[in-house]
Each structure stands twice: as structure tokens, then as C-alpha cells.
């Protein structure tokens, strides 16, 4: 109670950060939230939020004006009220200034928030209070020119580092707060983008979504670390093109950084009519030998591109996948995604070690609308799917992660997950929602040093530890057939419940309470935490 009082304080002076989820205020939980009910009701196209964060623009089409965020309600007003003013307002919500006239609209926020929390680990129980100072930018040129800015800087002012870690791994992908004692952090997003018509280019660094899940997802999730990286995005009539080309980071088995590595990704989708989506995904990663202009090319083909030549072949990293979205009925949605690491026709159904060049991942879920409360009462539930080795590649370092974390789902392959997710709208900008979700992996064998279990055949090191379970580790994928949950067997049962609502204009409050327990495998936990988090202003 203390450490939570100090925190609620502290929200006055300084800031802390936010978990990587909330890079840009497009990702907000209210609006995203907000405009996935509106596609649960029916009837904007599916297509329109499968690729998230939208344009400011497009959510005058998509939400109503008072489910809109505030800094978006006053970009399309200010043409109304040209000028320079110093703490500008849209109703009772303020900023700190702002500037328009009939082409240019600019709007400056700032931010101080406080975190504080406590987390138990085994028998450890630990205390946290984290602080941060930030500031955000809005620039709007006519409907052309978009620019979005979110810089701040935080620090840890009282607690163990490991406490903060565990309510928010994200800190530990933060150079600045490893290298510094772990005491210091700091975080940038931005982007700038180009647009016209329905078509759009988008540079820069921030958090992108891509599927259509409210939990996860398993091409692209939000819960990956940021990526710097060019957006081409086009919407014809009921086909929307996307294609992304962007820079990861990656480590070798030594844990030394991979010089220069990069994913590609296409996605062609069609809405052949309202309520239902088809899209086809082609991926790649690549790294080692600089920007490669074969992935460049937003029209090639990365798998055929990728076979042209024996160093490609031999060492990049592709990937395909299918998408399937249908909403049958106002308040329903089903959707699916079908994932192809690696795919050799005449050994589909191969169960011995020739079988092992296929390799696969899905996830099929459902979300529903229920007339409970103000706003409704959200329901999900999906059951996720990642075979052994997927995600994975045998050069080690061209696996589908950055910053040693997965793009896709969160969680590891050679692994299943059943997960259920309630939402309840408290208000427009109130809601309560609670996860839950089992998790089964079948994990990697380790010796008695705690690495993955090797022999020395002919000379050579060879990893018959490597069940498929480590998404770093692809090699020794043709050691013997591979079967799910082959390994060292672990569950793991987590829930979480949190509280986000804006309780007074520019008051923004998060309480999460999470539990997570893990039997079995090669490290069996049982941890408990709970967060305040206080913020003043975004």
C-alpha cells in the first residue's frame, strides 16, 4: 500500500514507460476495443481493421465521434478554428497546444505516469515504482502528409529490476535499462506517412497488428517488440493490398547480435462481399549480407524470388499463410489462419523423418457481442496450434522473431494454446476485461548445465536435445520425426484481469491483477502480481 500511494504521487512529477503494446495512441485499448465492436455489429468491412493502427483519418468512417480519442476529434475540427492556441481543448479533455489554419493542423501532447506494482516469484515477493515523462506530436498536412511522434523517458525509483521485468518484459528489450543498472529506460514511435486516396505509405517505427483476433495473433501481433520498417498499404473497391518490408534483430546460439536482418511480408486480401475475408500471406526473413533488393520489390513472389538462387534457398526464411474471416450475423465473428513454414508435397503424409519439411500452424477462434451492460459484453475464445520447428529456420538466426521475441503468437512452438477472453464496456472509454488461457509445450531436452542437450557425431556438435520447442533454435530439425509435443512436457495456466478507464478527462487509470502457473517442463513457476498505473495526460 505504500509503494502504491508513493506511485499515485509520483504521477505528479515524473513518468514511466508503457509495455510495447501502447506505442502509438492509435493502440490504445479503448480504440482498438471500440473499433472491433463496431466490426462485431456490423456492417464496415472486415478488411478495414485486420491491419492495425489505422489511419487517423479513417476513424471518422469507422467510429462515431464520441467513441473517437480526443487528439483525433481535434485534427478533424481544427480546419473549423484556424490559429494558434496555446491548451487546447475538445470538450473537457485539454493538450498542450495547438495549431491549424485550412491545410496544416499541429497538436502537442504531453504525459507523466507513474506505475507501481508487486509481483511474487516463488517465494520472493518484491515491490516496483516506475516514473515517466513524455511527449507526443500530431501533424496533419490536408489529407496528404501524416506524421505521429511519441518520445519519453522513464526510470525505476524504487524496487528490483526483476519485479518491474516480470509484470512487463518488454523493459528487458530496452538496451538503455540493461546497460544502465537497469535502472534507466527510454522509448520512441513515430512514423511518417504519405496518402492519397485510399492508398498509403508509412515509414517508421511502431507496433503493427495484423489478423483478426482481440487476443492475439499469429502472424503479426501487437505484443511484439516495435519495428522500423516502410508500409505499403492499398484498398481498391473489395481488395486490400499490404506489404511490409522492416529490420529485426537477432542473436546466434553465442548470443552474439546477426549483422542486417530483415522480414518481408505481403498480404492480399479480398472481401468478396460484406461479412466475409479471404487473404493469402507471403513471408520472409533474410539476413547477413544487407538490404536485398529481391525482397524490395513489393510485387515478387518471396518463396520463388527466395529459390532463385542456392544462398537464398539455403539460408532465408519463408513462410506462407491463408486467412479466413466471416461474420455470418450482426454480433458474430469467425475467423481462422492457416500457417505454412515449410511445405513439401510428396512427403505431406510422410510420419518419418522425410514428413519433417512440413511444417504447420493455425488458429481458429470466435468472438461474439452479448446485450449485457451499457455497451455490450464481448466474448472470444480461440485454440491456437504451433507445430514443432515453425517460426523456426536451420541457419538459427533467420527465425520469425525480433529482439529474440516472436512476431507472431506468443508463445513458443511445438505448442497449443485454449484461450477465452470477457470484455465488458464499463463506457465508451471504461472497460474491464478478463483473460484466461492453458497453455501445453512440449520443450527442448537440457543436460545437466541447464543447454540444450548435444552429442559430438563424426566431430560435430549435434543439438538431439532440439525437439522443435525453441524458436531460436531450428536446427536439428532431420534428427528424427518430428511430433507434437515430443519433449519435456510442460502446462501453464494464466489469467489476468485488468481495469483500464478513464476516469476524469486527461486521468487515465490501469489496475491489472495476473496470475501464471506453470507445472512441469524445465522451469515450473507459480507467480502473482498486481499494477497500478496512474497517468496524467495520454
Not at 492495425?52 to 480519442?69: D, F, H, K, T
Not at 510485387?299 to 479466413?324: K, M, P
Not at 470484455?423 to 472497460?431: E, K, N, V, Y
Not at 532431420?478 to 478507464?501: D, E, H, I
Amino acid at each position: 500500500m505504500r509503494y502504491i500511494l508513493l506511485g499515485c504521487c509520483a504521477a505528479g512529477i515524473l513518468a514511466g514507460t508503457l509495455s510495447a503494446q501502447n506505442v502509438d495512441a492509435l493502440s490504445d485499448p479503448w480504440t482498438y476495443g471500440l473499433a472491433f465492436r463496431r466490426i462485431l455489429l456490423g456492417p464496415a468491412p472486415l478488411q478495414q481493421i485486420v491491419l492495425w493502427p489505422i489511419p487517423v483519418g479513417e476513424l471518422a468512417g469507422l467510429l462515431p465521434g464520441s467513441e473517437q480519442p480526443p487528439y483525433a476529434q481535434w485534427l478533424d475540427s481544427a480546419v473549423q478554428r484556424p490559429g494558434f492556441q496555446l491548451v487546447p481543448s475538445v470538450g473537457s479533455h485539454r493538450f498542450l497546444l495547438g495549431a491549424s489554419d485550412s491545410l496544416l493542423q499541429l497538436l502537442l501532447h504531453l504525459s507523466l505516469m507513474s506505475r507501481t506494482g508487486v509481483a511474487r516469484y516463488g517465494d520472493t515477493t518484491s515491490s516496483f515504482l516506475l516514473a515517466r515523462l513524455g511527449g507526443q506530436a500530431f501533424v496533419r498536412y490536408r489529407d496528404v502528409l501524416e506524421g505521429f511522434l511519441d518520445i519519453s523517458n522513464g526510470a525505476r525509483l524504487a524496487g528490483p529490476p526483476e519485479a518491474a521485468l516480470r509484470t512487463d518484459p518488454s523493459l528487458g528489450r530496452i538496451l538503455k535499462f540493461t546497460i544502465e543498472g537497469q535502472r534507466y529506460f527510454d522509448r520512441y514511435a513515430g512514423y511518417l506517412q504519405l496518402r492519397w486516396g485510399s492508398a498509403r505509405v508509412r515509414l517508421g517505427r511502431e507496433v503493427l497488428s495484423l489478423g483478426y483476433s482481440p487476443i492475439d495473433n499469429l502472424i503479426l501481433s501487437a505484443q511484439a517488440p516495435m519495428l522500423d520498417g516502410v508500409l505499403l498499404d492499398i484498398t481498391h473497391s473489395r481488395l486490400r493490398f499490404t506489404y511490409l518490408h522492416a529490420a529485426a534483430e537477432g542473436t546466434d546460439t553465442a548470443g552474439a547480435p546477426v549483422p542486417s536482418k530483415y522480414i518481408a511480408l505481403h498480404r492480399l486480401g479480398w472481401e468478396p462481399f460484406p461479412g466475409l475475408s479471404l487473404a493469402l500471406y507471403d513471408m520472409i526473413v533474410y539476413s547477413g549480407r544487407g538490404f536485398d533488393l529481391a525482397y524490395a520489390n513489393p510485387l515478387a513472389f518471396f518463396v520463388s524470388a527466395g529459390l532463385q538462387t542456392a544462398e537464398r534457398s539455403n539460408r532465408d526464411n519463408s513462410l506462407l499463410a491463408l486467412e479466413l474471416a466471416l461474420r455470418p450475423r450482426p454480433r458474430v465473428l469467425l475467423y481462422g489462419t492457416l500457417l505454412v513454414d515449410d511445405l513439401n508435397y510428396s512427403t505431406l503424409f510422410d510420419t518419418s523423418i522425410a514428413g519433417n519439411t512440413n511444417k504447420f500452424a493455425f488458429q481458429l477462434g470466435a468472438a461474439t457481442l452479448l446485450p449485457v451492460g451499457p455497451l455490450g459484453l464481448q466474448v472470444a475464445a480461440e485454440y491456437v496450434r504451433i507445430g514443432p520447428f515453425v517460426y523456426t529456420h536451420r541457419t538459427i538466426v533467420n527465425s520469425w522473431t525480433h529482439l529474440n521475441a516472436p512476431l507472431g503468437y506468443s508463445m513458443q512452438p511445438n505448442s497449443d494454446r485454449v484461450a477465452l477472453q470477457l470484455r465488458s464496456w464499463l463506457a465508451p472509454r471504461a472497460m474491464l476485461t478478463l483473460t484466461a488461457d492453458y497453455t501445453r509445450h512440449g520443450e527442448n531436452l537440457l543436460g545437466p548445465d541447464g543447454k540444450l542437450l548435444t552429442e559430438v557425431r563424426n566431430g560435430v556438435i549435434v543439438p538431439i536435445g532440439n525437439v522443435g520447442g525453441d524458436i531460436l533454435r531450428g536446427d536439428g530439425d532431420m534428427l528424427a520425426p518430428n511430433r507434437f509435443l515430443r519433449g519435456v512436457r510442460s502446462s501453464t495456466r494464466r489469467f489476468q484481469l485488468q481495469l483500464a478507464a478513464e476516469w476524469l478527462p486527461n486521468l487515465r487509470g490501469f489496475v491489472t491483477v495476473g496470475y501464471l502457473h506453470r507445472s512441469g517442463g524445465n522451469a515450473p513457476t507459480r507467480q502473482l502480481w498486481g499494477v497500478l498505473e496512474i497517468r496524467l495526460g495520454y
